[in-house]
């Protein structure tokens, strides 16, 4: 049973730094894509940004240049950095995991989410 725990959320000011941790259960070889996503009040869930396992990165154009994904691959561990932080990144984020790939990735496995809060 794959088991993904993110940790790492909170208040911050805005213009601050938060890093998101999501540590897998298991190997994340096994995951073809694992990403990040979040869901503000009353907003559909939306893709923040995905690391395929060759280590390619894909970014919505709302946290290009501010956020960056990454992996550890020795630590089963992806982790979401985000730099000037603004109020309207609060959320909860998600992390996901993939091991179904059609068209595209298919996150069938996700953790619980951790709220993160900007102030302005």
């Known amino acids: 049973q794959v088991q993904l725990v993110e940790s790492g959320g909170g208040l911050v000011q805005a213009g601050g730094s938060l890093r998101l941790s999501c540590a897998a259960s298991?190997?994340?070889?096994?995951?073809?894509?694992m990403a990040w996503y979040r869901q503000a009040p009353g907003k559909q869930r939306e893709l923040v940004a995905a690391?395929?396992?060759?280590?390619?990165?894909n970014y919505a154009e709302s946290v290009k240049g501010r956020f960056t994904i990454s992996r550890d691959n020795a630590e089963n561990t992806v982790y979401l950095q985000m730099n000037s932080l603004k109020p309207e990144d609060t959320a909860v984020y998600y992390c996901?995991?993939?091991?179904?790939?059609?068209?595209?990735?298919?996150?069938?496995?996700w953790g619980q989410g951790t709220q993160v809060t900007v102030s302005s």
């Open positions: 996901a995991a993939s091991q179904i790939w059609r068209t595209g990735p298919e996150y069938g496995y």
């Open positions: 298991g190997s994340i070889f096994s995951f073809n894509s």
């Open positions: 690391i395929t396992s060759r280590g390619s990165t």
